[in-house]
Nanobody, 121 residues
Framework: QVQLVESGGALVQAGGSLRLSCAASGSIYSINTLSWYRQAPGKQRELVAAIASGGSTHYDDSVKGRFTISRDDAKNTVYLQMNSLKPEDTAVYYC???????????????WGQGTQVTVSS
């Protein structure tokens, strides 16, 4: 029903920048919160940043001041601008959308397939 596709992951040197994108498509009526999570090898998936439909944002302390989340509702797309990258930012980054579809009035979570971000020291 709903697909989320991330892009923008890459290998980058410490101190560099990347911009991740996540585009949602399918039977979308509305999108509530959009979030970015990440999962490093051997670790649990963790919330990196989130943006509500009204534009309010939340960041994990580890990325505050370095990462910026934004959304373009006309394109059903969420972005994550990542600056001053550190080796500890290395992970697979996933986006999640809380979506109401045209077939179901309930909110449901949809996940992307992930994009690899590797930061070399």
């Amino acid at each position: 029903q709903v697909q989320l596709v991330e892009s923008g992951g890459a290998l980058v040197q410490a101190g560099g920048s990347l911009r991740l994108s996540c585009a949602a498509s399918g039977s979308i009526y509305s999108i509530n919160t959009l979030s970015w999570y990440r999962q490093a090898p051997g670790k649990q998936r963790e919330l990196v940043a989130a943006i509500a439909s009204g534009g309010s944002t939340h960041y994990d302390d580890s990325v505050k001041g370095r990462f910026t989340i934004s959304r373009d509702d006309a394109k059903n797309t969420v972005y994550l601008q990542m600056n001053s990258l550190k080796p500890e930012d290395t992970a697979v980054y996933y986006c999640k959308g809380v979506v109401v579809t045209t077939q179901d009035p309930e909110l449901h979570d949809y996940w992307g397939q992930g994009t690899q971000v590797t930061v070399s020291s």
